[in-house]
C-alpha cells in the first residue's frame, strides 16, 4: 500500500544535469514512482539516449537541451517546461562541473567556467522556476552541494567555492521564500562513484583512503541519493527548509585516526 506521506505521484519534476550520474538516478527514481520528469542536459546526444531509455521503461520522461551557464537557455527551458506541463512541482538543481588542479593554476577561463554552470546557473534556474512556485503559491526545490559545501578539498578551489555558495544560497532562498509556500533544500552527496569519478577511484590509494574514512566502509554510488531527494520532495518533509542534509556514509560525522 503506498502511503500518501511519501508519494511524489503527478508531480511535475524538472531535473538539471539529468542525463547522468546522480542526475539521471534521480530521474529515474521519481519517474519510478509515478512523477512526469523533464530532465534537461548540455549535450543533446547524451540527453535524448537517457530520456529514451527511462521512457522504455514506460516512464514519463521528456528532455530538453539545456546549458545552464547561459541564461537566455535558462528562460527557454522554464517556459517550454511550464508549456509542456503547466507547472514545476519540485527542481532539483544538479547540473555541476569540476577541474581539479592548484589554486595557482586556475585560469579565469576555469573560474568562469566552474562557477556559471555551478552557482550562476543554479541561482537562474532557480529564480526563474521559483517566479512560476510563487505565483502558485507553492513548490519545493532541491540542490546538490557537495562535502566541499562542508569543508573545501585540495584542489578544487572553485568547485569548492562554488558548492559553500550553493549551502548559502539554499538557506537565503528558504528564508526569503518560505512565506511563499517555497521550500528548498539541499543534499550533500559524499563520494559517489559515477562514470566522472570512476577513474579517480579506481586508484587503490584512494579507495583505501575513501574506505577507511566513511564510517559505513564504502564508497556511494548516484542510488544512494534518490531515497533522500524523494523524502525532500514529499509531504514528509513538508516542515523542512533551509537544510542541508549529508548523505556520506558518515564521512562529515568525524575522523578516522590511524590508531585503533
Known amino acids: 500500500m503506498s502511503d500518501p506521506l511519501f508519494s511524489v505521484n503527478d508531480q511535475v519534476v524538472l531535473v538539471s544535469g539529468g542525463s547522468r550520474g546522480i542526475g539521471e538516478a534521480i530521474a529515474r527514481g521519481f ?24 521512457r522504455g ?22 517556459e517550454e ?32 567556467f566552474i562557477l556559471d554552470i555551478n552557482l550562476k546557473g543554479a541561482f537562474l534556474l532557480s529564480q526563474r522556476v521559483g517566479a ?17 559545501t562542508d569543508r573545501p578539498l585540495n584542489n578544487v578551489l572553485p568547485y569548492a567555492m562554488s558548492k559553500s555558495a550553493m549551502g548559502q544560497m539554499t538557506r537565503a532562498l528558504a528564508t526569503e521564500w518560505g512565506p511563499k509556500g517555497i521550500r528548498v533544500n539541499a543534499l550533500a552527496p559524499g563520494f559517489i562513484l559515477t562514470d566522472l569519478t570512476k577513474k579517480l577511484w579506481s586508484d587503490p590509494k584512494m579507495q583505501e583512503w575513501g574506505h577507511r574514512n566513511t ?3 564504502r564508497l556511494g554510488t548516484p542510488s544512494d541519493m534518490v531515497g533522500t531527494a524523494l523524502f525532500l520532495a514529499t509531504p514528509a518533509a513538508s516542515f523542512m527548509t533551509g537544510q542541508i542534509l549529508y548523505v556520506d556514509g558518515g564521512f562529515t560525522s568525524g575522523w578516522a585516526w590511524p590508531i585503533s
Not at 519517474?31 to 531509455?53: C, H, M, P, S
Not at 581539479?100 to 568562469?112: G, I, Q
Open 31 to 54: 519517474a519510478e514512482r509515478g512523477a512526469t520528469v523533464i530532465i534537461t542536459g548540455r549535450d543533446q546526444n547524451t540527453l535524448e539516449e537517457t530520456a529514451k531509455n527511462l
Open 57 to 78: 521503461d514506460k516512464f514519463k520522461v521528456e528532455a530538453i537541451t539545456c546549458d545552464v551557464s547561459d541564461s537566455e537557455s535558462i528562460t527557454r527551458t522554464v
Open 81 to 112: 517546461t511550464l508549456r509542456r506541463a503547466g507547472r514545476i512541482d519540485t527542481l532539483i538543481n544538479v547540473a555541476g562541473v569540476n577541474r581539479r588542479k592548484p589554486a595557482l593554476e586556475v585560469t579565469e577561463e576555469d573560474y568562469d
Open 132 to 148: 512560476a512556485m510563487i505565483e502558485r503559491g507553492q513548490g519545493c526545490q532541491i540542490n546538490i552541494a557537495s562535502l566541499n
Open 215 to 217: 564510517p559505513l566502509g
